[in-house]
C-alpha cells in the first residue's frame, strides 16, 4: 500500500491544536445529538410545502374562483419543484447567504413562469393576471424569509458541530490525502483523524488531519462515538488487506464505507464528493434510511410522553414505597451503552440495598439474590423498576423498543460481555429501548452464560436490521402478555 512520505523527523512535536486537526468541531456531540443532512433538507422541504399551502390559502380568499384556485396550487407546486431543481436544499458551505437566497429567487421565478406557461391558454383571463399579481409577490416574499432562516440554522449547526458528519479515514494513502484535501476544500464534511496500521511509514499528519494509530486503536478509541463514518482508503489489488480491515472493522456499530485507490479520476472525484452524504461502497453499519429514525423519534415523543404522563401517579406511589422499604436513594443510576457506544446514564428505581449497589454489573443477578429488597423483587418481576427510563426516552437517550442497554462493563462470569460475541458492538447501531425483540422472544434479565450473550446479540440485531413501525408497535403490544406470562426469567 502507498503511504505518504515521513514527516522532518526535526519537526517540533505537534501541539494540542494540529493534534485536533483543522477540521474537528469545537465541540464534539455524539452522533445521537446531531442531525442527518438528508432528514434536514426534508424538513426544510416540508417547511416550505407548508408556506406554499399557506399563502395559496390566503391569496385564495383575496381573488376566489376555481381558474385561481388551480393557479395557486400549480405554482407552488412548480415552485417547489424548482427549488430542489436548482440545489436550493444542499446549503454548501462555501455558500454565502446572498448567493443562496439569489439561487431561490432564481428557482422561484422559474418556478412561477413554469406555471404561467401552463396556463398560457387562459392567459388573457383577468382571473389568472389578479391571481399572479396577488400570489407572487406573496409567496417570494415568504419563500425568501424562510430560506434566510434555514440558512442562518444550518450555519449555527455547522459552527457547534450538530450537522456535518464526522468520519475518520482508514489508510494513509493517496486516495485519503485527495479526500482530506476536497473535504477541506468543500467543508461538508469533518475528518477527525486517520489510522494506519503501518504507522512506522505513515507520516503523523495528513493536510493537518493527525494520524492517531492502528485499527486496534480505532477500535478503542473515545472519538468513535462521535464518528458517523468510518472510510478504508487501500488499493483495489490488495484484496487480503481489503478482507482483513473489513473483517477487524466490522465489529463497530459506525458504518463502514470503502474508498478505492486507484480508479480514474473521474470516478474517484464522483466517489469522495459522495463521501459527503450517502455511502460510498456499503459495507456495514446502521440502517442508511433518513426518514427510520425521524419516524421512530416521533413515536417516542408521542407513546412516550403519553406514556408517562399515565405512569407518573404510579411512579409517585412506587418512590414512597422505595424509600419505606429499605434506607438508600429512591432511585439507582447505572452507567450503560447507548447509541454508537455512547456512554449514557439509565435511572431505575431502586431495588438492591444500597451498600449492595453494582453499577458495573460485575456480578447479575441470580435467583434467590440477597442483595434484592423485598419490594424489589415485586418491582424486578413486574418490571415497574423501569418505568424512570420513560425520562430517557423523552430525552432521547433511548428508545421506547430497541436492545435493552447494558452496563458499561458488563461481566458474564469472570470475561467482559462485550469480548464474548464479536458483533456485540452491533446491537449499539440503534438506541437501546426499554422493551425489545430480544424481550418477547424469551431473551430477558441477566446473560450469565457466553451461550445467552449470543442469543441476545443474534436477537438483538435481527430486530435492527428488521426495523419499522409496525414491528415497534407490534412489540410494544406484546411485551406485557410476555412479562406477565414469564415466571422463569430472573429480573
Known amino acids: 500500500m502507498r503511504t505518504l512520505p515521513l514527516p522532518d523527523a526535526t519537526a517540533a512535536s505537534p501541539s494540542a491544536q494540529e493534534r485536533r486537526g ?79 437566497l439569489s439561487r431561490v429567487a432564481a428557482a422561484f421565478l422559474a418556478g412561477a ?8 391558454p387562459l392567459a388573457m383571463r383577468s382571473d389568472i393576471g389578479d391571481a399572479a399579481r396577488s400570489w407572487i409577490p406573496l409567496a417570494l416574499l415568504v419563500v425568501t424569509i424562510l430560506h434566510l432562516g434555514w440558512w442562518l440554522c444550518v450555519r449555527r449547526w455547522r459552527v457547534n458541530g450538530r450537522l456535518a458528519p464526522n468520519i475518520v479515514v482508514v489508510g494513509a494513502t493517496g486516495a485519503a490525502e485527495r479526500l482530506i484535501a476536497a473535504a477541506l476544500d468543500r467543508r461538508q464534511v469533518n475528518i477527525l483523524g486517520v489510522f494506519d496500521d503501518r504507522a512506522g511509514r505513515a507520516p503523523g499528519a495528513i493536510r493537518g488531519v493527525p494520524v492517531l494509530g492502528d ?50 479520476q473521474p470516478a474517484e472525484a464522483a466517489a469522495i464528493s459522495r463521501a459527503e452524504d450517502v455511502p460510498l461502497a456499503y459495507i456495514s453499519g446502521p440502517p442508511a434510511d433518513a ?84 419490594l424489589g423483587r415485586v418491582l424486578r418481576a413486574t418490571s415497574l423498576d423501569e418505568l424512570p427510563q420513560l425520562f430517557n426516552v423523552v430525552k432521547g437517550e433511548m428508545s421506547l423498543v430497541g436492545p435493552r442497554p447494558h452496563a458499561v462493563g458488563m461481566k458474564t462470569g469472570d470475561v467482559e460481555s462485550a469480548r464474548l460475541v464479536t458483533e456485540y458492538a452491533h446491537r449499539h447501531r440503534m438506541k437501546p429501548g426499554m422493551t ?49 406470562g414469564d415466571r422463569k426469567a430472573v429480573r
Open 22 to 100: 483543522p477540521m474537528r468541531p469545537g465541540r464534539l456531540l455524539s452522533t445521537r445529538k446531531r442531525l442527518q443532512g438528508r432528514a434536514v433538507a426534508w424538513l426544510f422541504r416540508a417547511g416550505d410545502a407548508a408556506a406554499m399551502a399557506s399563502v395559496s390559502l390566503a391569496t385564495s380568499t383575496l381573488t376566489p374562483g376555481q381558474t385561481q384556485a388551480a393557479f395557486h396550487l400549480l405554482s407552488a407546486i412548480a415552485v417547489l419543484a424548482a427549488l430542489g431543481l436548482f440545489g436550493a436544499y444542499d446549503f454548501r458551505r462555501s455558500e454565502g447567504v446572498r448567493l443562496h
Open 113 to 120: 413562469a413554469g406555471a404561467l406557461a401552463a396556463c398560457a
Open 215 to 264: 485499527t486496534k486503536a480505532l477500535i478503542d478509541h473515545r472519538i468513535m462515538p462521535y464518528v458517523d463514518r468510518v472510510v478504508i482508503t487501500v488499493p483495489p489489488r490488495a484484496t487480503a488487506r481489503v478482507a482483513q480491515l473489513i473483517e477487524r472493522l466490522r465489529v463497530l456499530p459506525n458504518e463502514i464505507t470503502l474508498l478505492l485507490e486507484g480508479q480514474d
Open 291 to 374: 426518514l427510520r429514525p425521524i419516524v421512530k423519534r416521533a413515536q417516542d415523543l408521542v407513546i412516550g410522553v403519553l406514556a408517562l404522563l399515565v405512569a407518573a401517579p404510579v411512579m409517585a406511589v412506587i418512590a414512597a414505597l422505595v424509600r419505606l422499604d429499605s434506607p438508600g436513594p429512591v432511585l439507582f443510576s447505572q452507567r450503560r451503552h447507548g447509541f454508537n457506544n455512547e456512554e449514557i446514564v439509565v435511572w431505575k428505581f431502586r431495588t438492591m440495598r444500597a451498600d449492595a449497589a453494582d453499577a458495573t454489573a460485575a456480578r447479575q443477578v441470580r435467583p434467590g439474590d440477597e442483595r434484592v429488597t423485598r
Open 436 to 484: 425489545g425483540w430480544a424481550a418477547i422472544k424469551g431473551s430477558r434479565g441477566p446473560v450469565d452464560t457466553p451461550e445467552s450473550v449470543r442469543v441476545r446479540v443474534a436477537l438483538d440485531v435481527e430486530y435492527i436490521e428488521r426495523q419499522s413501525l409496525w414491528l415497534d408497535l407490534y412489540i410494544l403490544t406484546m411485551t406485557l402478555p410476555c412479562l406477565l
